[in-house]
DNA sequence: GACGGAACAG
DNA sequence: CTGTTCCGTC
């Protein structure tokens, strides 16, 4: 299952991001290294060593040539190229090992978070042939904090957490370079990643290749059954990826599929738990009124939150992230990630349900679900060059640029419909991790302690999950925290992702899947009261949240002057982020379902 | 060797 | 912005 180039993966070439970021324009040094990290050729000179994302550069000076020959520098050094290095620290792209000469130590969670969504992550491939010990027995992985006033720099935002955050979003804006100089590595891109995908595809390739990345493993694997859904191998199945993969590819044995591999620790926590849910009251025709379980209201209130979400909860960038993406055809809902198939058990009184029904029989296996993608809000300019350029070549391609808001016409869609679902966005998540650190602390924490089991020694197994360091972003914990958490093989992981930091008592019942047990009904019937709740709490959130902002920003003009390209308010005051606890995994169900109602509705497509 | 400030380049 | 180049410090 490798790729047949093999050279494990590549960073797609959205990444290059020509036209913008000046800096960006070339290949990244942390690229180049994982691209040398993950070329045997080069095992003489760097390789991963030691924990997780642990590399030691054995010949500095040829590293240095490396790097000076692909960035045309022939003076570089050693020394040089370390000084580069070291800035990754503030950026938590790395980070030093200390005490081991020469050796670093990669922040695998905003980097595979970031890139590989695009890669096959689902079948290992695009992995790197190559790759750091499988973690080693830390429970924690995280950077240490870089200075608040990087990782909260008034250029990040304010709101991003960290590099995860940074990328994440310069990726969206298509500005991290992607690790090819764009001679070398494209075409690897697109056999590893497109080439599979030809065959049968994984829905997390297909996710992947088609979702921001974020979007794809928070929401649409939340969406889509979470783990152990639509065609994940069985649990215990093999974990797959490369066994030396530092990448925590999807090959999650198991329920933890991908979302437990995928998502780190603190993102699982993130998107969800954080999913700053406000309703809108105007925009929620059925809040207040009535409220069935039919499908029609179903819909409408589901519609009414997405056009909350829109309005309120999403920022012009976060449209860029997921230019209204619509989700046609479920591939499975949620509600039934493990049971599908056998879903007579309990099968979950959805009134429409059909759709999932029709599924079921397909079952396993993923159809890649299509997503139409319309054009972002606006502005921008149109990058259509890069989007035509690779725009049929390869899917995955395809999909990246799709994801970026690249590809608005090869799906004529006509108004622009707005279908934002699962929201679990990027934008508020960012603004989360600004005003919840110590709550994200808290849930890493527990995270940490209660999810995630020790990771295996390097037992070649599947890499685990890639933590969200960017939501750490505060604490410190000195380097031998930043361990790795190994993705459980089972999945003990999931509970947390999808439950959200499941307080012991609280938190839905998880199956052993780590799925959700509750029913659909249910679900929505609880997501119902707690919206009600929530209109309650939105002024209140609202206030607060400008509160914090007010701190954090200070004299920073703040939103008052409405984006004037109407994009929609970069920064809504619904998107909340110190929602509590509850609201948070409302949200996260709301989105479940969302997704859940908005593929059904969509079944149609 | 490692770190990080500062100036500067693209 | 991401580096690159220098450089002083530990």
Redesign the pocket.
């Known amino acids: 299952m490798k790729t047949p180039g093999d050279t494990g993966f590549a960073f797609p070439d959205w990444a290059y991001k020509p036209e913008s ?12 290294i994982l691209e040398l990290l993950r070329k045997e050729e080069y095992h003489e000179v760097i390789a991963w060593q030691g924990d997780y994302g642990e590399f030691v550069i054995k010949d ?1 000076e040829e590293v240095a040539r490396l ?2 020959a692909r ?1 045309c ?19 938590r792209i790395l980070h ?1 090992t ?1 005490g ?4 670093y130590k990669f922040n695998f969670n905003k980097l595979v978070l970031v890139n590989y969504p695009f890669i096959d992550m689902g079948s290992g491939r695009g992995v790197p042939q190559s790759a750091p010990p499988v973690p080693t027995g830390g429970s924690h992985f995280r950077f240490p904090p870089s200075t608040p006033s990087e990782v909260l ?1 008034p ?1 990040e935002d304010l709101r991003s957490p960290g590099v995860f955050s ?1 990328v994440a979003r ?1 990726m969206g804006r298509g ?1 991290v ?1 992607d690790c090819s100089d764009g001679t070398s590595t494209n075409s690897e891109l697109e056999e590893g990643v497109g080439g599979e995908d030809r065959g049968g595809v994984g829905p997390e390739r297909a996710f992947r290749g088609l979702l921001h990345p974020r979007l794809s493993h928070d929401s649409l694997f939340r969406a889509y059954g979470g783990p152990g859904g639509l065609g994940r191998p069985p649990p215990g199945h093999r974990v797959h990826g490369d066994p030396m993969s530092p990448f925590p590819v999807s090959p999650l044995p198991g329920p933890g599929g991908l979302l437990g591999s995928t998502l780190s620790p603190a993102l699982s926590m993130t998107p969800g738990s954080h999913l700053p849910y406000t309703p809108s009251p105007s925009l929620s025709p059925m809040l207040g009124s009535h409220f069935s379980f039919n499908p029609d209201d179903m819909k409408r209130y589901l519609q009414a939150h997405h056009q909350s979400v829109y309005n309120y909860h999403l920022s012009p960038r976060a449209f860029f992230h997921y230019p209204n993406i619509v989700v046609p055809q479920p591939h499975r809902p949620s509600a039934a990630p493990d049971k599908p198939i056998t879903a007579h058990h309990h099968a979950p009184p959805m009134p429409h349900s059909h759709s999932l029904h029709h599924h079921q029989g397909e079952e396993q296996h993923p159809s890649p679900f299509k997503f139409k993608l319309q054009p972002p809000p606006l502005g921008r300019k149109q990058r259509d060059c890069s989007a035509s350029s690779t725009g049929g070549s390869s899917s995955s391609l395809g999909s990246s640029y799709a994801a970026l808001g690249l590809l608005s016409n090869s799906s004529s869609v006509g108004p622009p419909k707005i279908k934002v679902e699962p929201v679990s966005d990027i934008e508020s998540d960012e603004e989360v991790e600004v005003t919840d650190i110590s709550e994200e602390d808290e849930l890493l924490d527990d995270y940490e302690g209660d999810v995630f089991t020790p990771p295996h020694p390097t037992n070649g197994t599947a890499p685990t999950a890639i933590t969200n360091l960017g939501a750490i972003a505060a604490d410190d914990l000195d380097e031998d925290v930043f361990k790795t958490p190994a993705a459980p093989p089972m999945g003990p992981l999931t509970p947390s992702l999808l439950g959200l930091k499941s307080e012991p008592g609280q938190g839905p019942p998880i199956s052993p899947g780590g799925t959700l047990c509750i029913p659909l009904k249910l679900r929505f019937k609880r997501r119902w009261s707690e919206d009600q709740k929530m209109e309650a709490y939105g002024e209140r959130e609202e206030a607060e949240d400008k509160k914090v902002r007010a701190e954090k920003e200070v004299v920073e003009e703040p939103a008052r002057r409405e984006s004037e390209n109407g994009e929609g308010p970069r920064r809504s005051p619904s998107m909340s982020l110190g929602a509590p606890p509850a609201q948070r995994r409302a949200s996260s169900e709301l989105q479940r379902a969302t997704a859940q109602l908005s593929l059904e509705n969509h079944g149609a497509c």
Request: hydrophobic fraction near 20%.
């Open positions: 970021s000046p800096g960006s324009r070339q290949i990244q040094l942390w690229c180049f500095p790097w000076g960035k520098k022939p003076q570089m050094n050693y020394d040089k190229l370390s000084r580069a290095l070291r800035y990754y620290y503030n950026k030093k200390k081991k000469r020469f050796t720099s250029n940074s310069r500005s370079s």
